[in-house]
């Protein structure tokens, strides 16, 4: 079990970012279902935590726990009733949790949802399709039995999603920020959906981004950001970023 993670480093800026005094942060990419991964970091987390106590521990999750791995209903059921304790919790939205919610609530994105992951959250549900995925009757009939058999404690968990989280001087969201924007008056949909412009950017986003959202097979390091996602439902490679003052480790799969 790997405790670290190689990174892709560049220059580091000239004051580096840092969480308030007292505080240890912990933030979690993205799962997509991988339920046996997300337990053995929790683990982790809580086995570091108890040998380095501190006032504060903050536990951010970036979101898409669902889609792709086998376990999301586990994923999900997990995170509602099984709590680290001693930790404060956010749980953040990702374009994953969004593609499920315009589902059930609108009957939108269906198709695009179960052709990017979509059919194994439905799975981990109990619902099988009896016809082809992505028909208009197909589709109508998959949002029903959805409707019918989503706990209420889930679809309570999936509405309450937070779309971004602040400690000190850096930001936490799934995907990234629009370039040119403070960070306290970003869109919605680009917290959950941007890529190329937040991606390609230099900017300073006025805090340093910790985010998910794409993937890679180690973290991604930049002087503005660091991706959390390494393709954990394929890879085996669940990654975690603690902040503690100006440092940064990392807690792996």
């Known amino acids: 079990m790997n405790t670290s993670a190689h990174a892709i480093a560049i220059d580091p800026p000239p004051f580096p970012p840092a969480v308030p005094t007292g505080t240890r942060v912990y933030a979690i990419g993205d799962i997509h279902g991988r339920y046996d991964l997300l337990k053995m970091l929790h683990d982790q987390i809580a086995h570091?935590?108890?040998?380095?106590p501190t006032e504060r521990?903050?536990?951010v999750y970036m979101?898409?726990?669902?889609?792709?791995?086998?376990q999301s209903f586990e994923v999900v059921?997990?995170?509602?009733?099984a709590p680290l304790d001693g930790f404060e919790i956010t749980h953040l939205k990702g374009n994953h949790e969004d593609f499920l919610l315009k589902f059930v609530e609108t009957g939108g994105s269906g198709d695009n949802w179960v052709f990017n992951g979509g059919m194994a959250t439905l799975a981990s549900y109990g619902i099988e399709s009896t016809g082809e995925?992505?028909?208009a009757g197909n589709l109508a009939e998959i949002r029903t039995s959805l409707i019918e058999i989503l706990p209420s404690s889930h679809l309570n968990f999936f509405q309450g999603l937070k779309l971004s989280h602040v400690e000190g001087d850096y930001m936490f969201v799934h995907a990234g920020v629009r370039p040119g924007i403070p960070y306290d008056q970003q869109d919605?949909?680009?917290?959950?959906?941007i890529r190329g412009p937040f991606l390609h950017a230099n900017d300073d986003f006025g805090k340093f981004v910790i985010h998910g959202h794409t993937p890679d097979f180690e973290p991604v390091i930049r002087t503005n950001r660091i991706c959390l996602d390494t393709f954990a439902y394929r890879s085996g490679c669940l990654t975690c970023i603690v902040l503690e003052g100006d440092e940064r480790r990392f807690l792996q799969t």
């Open 48 to 52: 570091d935590a108890a040998a380095r």
């Open 57 to 59: 521990h903050v536990l």
């Open 63 to 70: 979101g898409d726990y669902i889609d792709r791995g086998r």
């Open 77 to 81: 059921e997990t995170l509602i009733d």
């Open 133 to 135: 995925f992505g028909t």
């Open 188 to 193: 919605d949909e680009d917290l959950i959906w």
